[in-house]
């Protein structure tokens, strides 16, 4: 089946704790991106990978890395997570990058950070 | 820039009612409009996009959508609503950058009554 694989699906972690949200797409797409969905302002992206080893801000890039190092992975990393950061994240890919592309979204990833 | 506001942030409608959400951007260039919808739970899916053409778009599930340009609309309709349409909903544009991201709205949450 065709899909964008997220995991975990809820995580609860502390201030400044490492940790790293995995995405993975079975599709061969080349364009993936990570958003972040809060209450009242819809979904933001944060970065975007046009292809391997190409990365590139989104709109709200500050304190997450992300990399690109196979196709079909793109992690996100929060090196030192802080409260703010606590929201619900969406990997997503399509075939390339293109404005008229359809998205394929994964099915989030809650955070929380204390 | 591009932005996307959507007027409601809930919508409260009798099963077998009309669904109207509304959708109005703003584009520099000439826009690729989308809806996307969100289940409980779920990552978001497409129901429809407007590239070119025609100005009226058909999606799935029984929606529709009108590309208006002297309007700067987009709106969202189906002529009856199911209970199965109690969702969140996302209209978005995009990006004139070419850099595959959409801008989403703040979300409409659709509630069906019985």
């Known amino acids: 089946e065709a899909q964008v694989t997220q995991n975990p699906r809820y995580l609860i972690t502390v201030t400044g704790k490492k940790l790293t949200v995995t995405c993975s797409q079975n599709?061969?797409?080349?364009?993936m991106s990570w958003y972040r969905q809060d209450p009242g302002l819809g979904l933001r992206q944060i970065y975007y990978?046009?292809?391997?080893?190409?990365?590139d801000k989104g709109d709200v890039p500050e304190g997450y890395k992300v990399s690109r190092k196979e196709k079909r992975n793109f992690p996100l990393i929060l090196e030192s997570p802080s409260p703010n950061q606590t929201s619900l994240y969406f990997c997503?890919?399509?075939?390339?990058?293109?404005?008229?592309?359809?998205?394929?979204f994964g099915s989030g990833t809650q955070l929380s950070v204390l | 820039a591009q932005s996307v506001t959507q007027l409601g942030s809930h919508v409260s409608v009798s099963e077998g009612a009309l669904v109207l959400l509304r959708c109005n951007y703003s584009s520099s260039v000439p826009p690729y409009l989308f809806w996307y919808v969100q289940y409980p739970n779920q990552g978001l899916q497409l129901l429809l996009k407007y590239t070119t053409g025609a100005t009226l778009v058909k999606g799935i599930n029984g929606f529709e959508a009108e590309f208006k340009k002297s309007e700067t609309s987009f709106h969202l309709t189906k002529p009856s609503a199911h209970m199965s349409d109690a969702a969140e909903y996302f209209c978005?544009?995009?990006?004139?950058?070419?850099?595959?991201?959409?801008?989403f709205g703040q979300g409409t949450t659709l509630q069906v009554k019985p």
């Open positions: 599709m061969n797409h080349e364009y």
């Open positions: 997503a890919s399509s075939p390339r990058t293109a404005s008229n592309e359809k998205l394929f």
């Open positions: 978005a544009v995009s990006d004139s950058g070419n850099t595959g991201k959409l801008i």
């Open positions: 990978s046009m292809n391997v080893e190409v990365t």
